[in-house]
């Protein structure tokens, strides 16, 4: 027990440091965590929670970050309260065995910090391990974390004693760089806390973190693809003609972008080999697949099926994607993409943005949400989150927005506003965009063929379309063109813009010249 050096963690049955793959699935199948599918992956069920659960997030309202933080966004947590949850976790894992991880975030060797996962079950260890960065034999020797997670899913909070929402919590200790964990098996809250760690650390060393996927042309070009789930961010970053870097976080330093994994977390409902190849191939064994229904006879993975979650995930390290980019790092993006699915129809499906406008739909974090999908909406609705990332931002979101424009500005990176939503009307109305459609827009802008062509401006939200693209009809990049009730289109667009404007208001004292930047409201 001297090896884990955290003295709380005392009259522990068995520590288990550091086990290879074959080891960590052995014990999880071994403990009934899981079971082994068809493909070799380890199938698990997270219960009653099968995403994350944003109203159990908090940080500790420490003296010294409590002037940093945006509580907006954010729920406080009292120091005491930490302290003595963190008593009673160690107090359930006394005479119990636990999994510990040992590696790293950040593939950049000047900003990567090291990471201990310590976890109660094996499945969550073999999880961490797939997803972090790991670190050779020789980096293991005098292992010293800099950050701590510890998740135990089998203690559950007394949210009257312990001072949380309900039985389960994910708790942030910026001070102590350490993380609680308790009453949920969803592995995602293992990824998301310390995603929001280091979106705390990050910046102060002049780094953006950013939640969104990174690729490299064969040329050594880097490209960012931000979007909320639903609007294409996986497909569209994993492009067999270029290279993965990255599928969700990554940092921007002065010395270019580099991977704070050395896994990925794809959503895999409705994967299929015919659509998503690179991803379907990835999932084998040392891959965990988290609430994906199987057949109990042939152990055969039924990806169509939603019966347990929508949500249904699989993990597995990046280089198990043809051609991943080994370590993460790349060079200054030349192209940066903020990709939407607007289910009202009348955003262009590609358009330039100015540095100005890039802060103001960065900030924004816009998509929609569609009718139908959860009960009472009956129409599109708009939905926003700061930075592409709200529920991970401990700090204002001006911070980050700020340093986009910063980095963008000095290393000339083009930033194009993408559409893989509607066309022709709303939902309902419209079609979706055609993939092959959208994948041409994004190849002829990372490769700069939308560079020095004739665009023209729209005239709410001031979005610069392009009049011609490589294999895209011209007709459609102007989405006013594609609409039959021109009077529908223009109430529309006033409508989604005033959506825009009334989400703004929060920022528009502290941030005036970004406001500026927004639609014309007329």
């Given at each position: 027990?001297?090896?884990?050096?955290?003295?709380?963690?005392?009259?522990l049955r068995k520590v288990h440091?550091?086990?290879?793959?074959?080891?960590?699935?052995?014990e999880?199948?071994?403990?009934g965590?899981?079971?082994l599918?068809?493909?070799?992956?380890?199938?698990v069920?997270?219960?009653?929670?099968?995403?994350?659960?944003?109203?159990?997030?908090?940080?500790v309202?420490?003296?010294?970050v409590r002037?940093?933080i945006?509580?907006?966004?954010?729920?406080?947590?009292?120091?005491?309260?930490?302290?003595a949850?963190l008593r009673?976790m160690?107090a359930y894992?006394?005479?119990?065995?636990?999994?510990v991880?040992d590696?790293?975030?950040g593939?950049?060797?000047?900003?990567?910090m090291?990471?201990?996962v310590?976890t109660?079950y094996?499945?969550?260890?073999?999880f961490?391990?797939?997803?972090?960065?790991?670190?050779s034999g020789?980096?293991?020797k005098d292992?010293?974390p800099?950050?701590?997670?510890?998740?135990?899913p089998?203690?559950?909070a007394?949210?009257?004693?312990?001072g949380?929402?309900?039985?389960?919590?994910?708790?942030?200790?910026l001070?102590?760089?350490?993380?609680?964990?308790?009453?949920?098996f969803?592995?995602?809250?293992?990824?998301?806390?310390?995603?929001t760690l280091?979106?705390?650390?990050m910046?102060?060393a002049?780094v953006?973190?950013m939640?969104?996927s990174?690729?490299?042309?064969?040329?050594?070009?880097?490209?960012?693809?931000?979007?909320?789930?639903?609007?294409g961010?996986t497909?569209?970053s994993?492009?067999?003609?270029r290279l993965?870097?990255g599928d969700d976080?990554?940092g921007w330093?002065n010395?270019?972008?580099?991977?704070?994994?050395?896994g990925?977390?794809?959503?895999c409902?409705?994967?299929?080999r015919?659509?998503?190849?690179q991803?379907?191939?990835?999932?084998k064994?040392?891959?965990?697949?988290?609430?994906?229904?199987?057949?109990?006879a042939?152990?055969?993975p039924d990806y169509?099926?939603?019966?347990?979650?929508e949500?249904t995930r699989?993990?597995?390290?990046?280089?198990y994607?043809?051609?991943?980019?080994?370590?993460?790092i790349?060079?200054?993006?030349?192209?940066?993409?903020?990709?939407t699915a607007?289910?009202?129809?009348?955003?262009?499906p590609?358009?330039?943005?100015?540095?100005?406008?890039a802060t103001?739909?960065f900030?924004?974090?816009?998509t929609?949400?569609?009718a139908g999908?959860?009960?009472?909406?009956?129409?599109?609705?708009?939905?926003?989150?700061?930075c592409?990332?709200?529920?991970?931002?401990?700090?204002s979101?001006?911070?980050?927005?700020e340093?986009?424009?910063?980095?963008?500005?000095?290393?000339?990176?083009e930033v194009?506003l993408?559409?893989t939503g509607?066309s022709?009307g709303?939902?309902?109305?419209?079609?979706?965009m055609?993939?092959?459609?959208?994948?041409a827009?994004?190849?002829a802008?990372l490769?700069g063929?939308?560079?020095?062509?004739?665009?023209?401006?729209?005239p709410?939200?001031?979005?610069?379309?392009?009049?011609?693209?490589?294999?895209?009809?011209?007709?459609?990049?102007?989405?006013?063109?594609t609409?039959h009730?021109?009077k529908?289109?223009?109430?529309?667009?006033?409508k989604?813009?005033?959506?825009?404007?009334?989400?703004?208001?929060?920022?528009s004292?502290?941030?005036p010249?970004?406001?500026?930047a927004?639609?014309?409201?007329?």
């Open positions: 027990m001297d090896n884990l050096k955290f003295p709380l963690l005392a009259n440091f550091n086990l290879p793959v074959p080891r960590l699935v052995e999880a199948v071994t403990r965590e899981g079971v599918a068809s493909n070799g992956a380890l199938i069920r997270t219960g009653k929670y099968t995403g994350r659960s944003p109203n159990d997030k908090f940080i309202d420490e003296p010294s002037d940093e945006w509580w907006g966004n954010n729920r406080p947590f009292p120091p005491d309260k930490f302290d949850l009673r160690a894992l006394q005479n119990r065995d636990v999994f991880f590696g790293f975030v593939a950049d060797p000047k900003y990567r090291p990471l201990r310590v109660e094996a499945y969550q260890n073999f961490s391990r797939q997803l972090f960065i790991r670190a020789e980096e293991l292992f010293q800099e950050i701590t997670v510890i998740s135990a089998g203690f559950k007394q949210p009257e004693i312990d949380t929402n309900s039985e389960a919590f994910i708790i942030l200790s001070e102590k760089r350490m993380v609680l964990i308790g009453g949920t969803y592995s995602g809250e293992i990824k998301k806390s310390v995603f280091l979106n705390y650390i910046p102060k002049g953006l973190s939640h969104c990174a690729n490299m042309g064969r040329d050594g070009s880097t490209a960012l693809f931000f979007g909320l789930s639903g609007t961010k497909t569209l994993a492009d067999p003609e993965l870097i976080e990554h330093s010395e270019g972008i580099f991977n704070f994994e050395g990925c977390y794809a959503k409902i409705n994967l299929s015919e659509m998503e190849p991803i379907y191939d990835a999932i064994f040392g891959a965990v697949l988290e609430n994906v229904v199987y057949d109990e042939t152990r055969e169509k099926s939603d019966a347990i979650t949500n699989a993990a597995y390290p990046v280089d994607i043809p051609g991943a980019v080994i370590p993460g790349g060079g200054h993006p030349r192209t940066v993409i903020f990709l607007d289910a009202f129809g009348v955003l262009p590609i358009a330039r943005l100015s540095i100005e406008q103001y739909y900030i924004s974090g816009y929609s949400k569609l999908t959860e009960r009472g909406i009956t129409e599109p609705q708009a939905t926003f989150s700061a592409f990332g709200a529920p991970f931002l401990p700090l979101p001006i911070t980050y927005a340093l986009l424009g910063e980095k963008i500005k000095k290393y000339k990176a194009f993408v559409n509607w022709g709303p939902y309902g109305v419209g079609q979706r055609e993939l092959t459609y959208t994948r827009m994004v190849r802008a490769s063929k939308l560079s020095d062509i004739e665009y023209e401006q729209d709410v939200f001031g979005l610069m379309i392009p009049r011609a693209c490589p294999g895209v009809p011209p007709e459609i990049l102007n989405p006013k063109n609409w009730d021109k529908a289109y223009d109430e529309t667009v006033r989604l813009a005033r959506n825009f404007a009334d989400n703004f208001k929060k920022f004292s502290q941030w010249h970004a406001a500026a927004g639609p014309r409201l007329v």
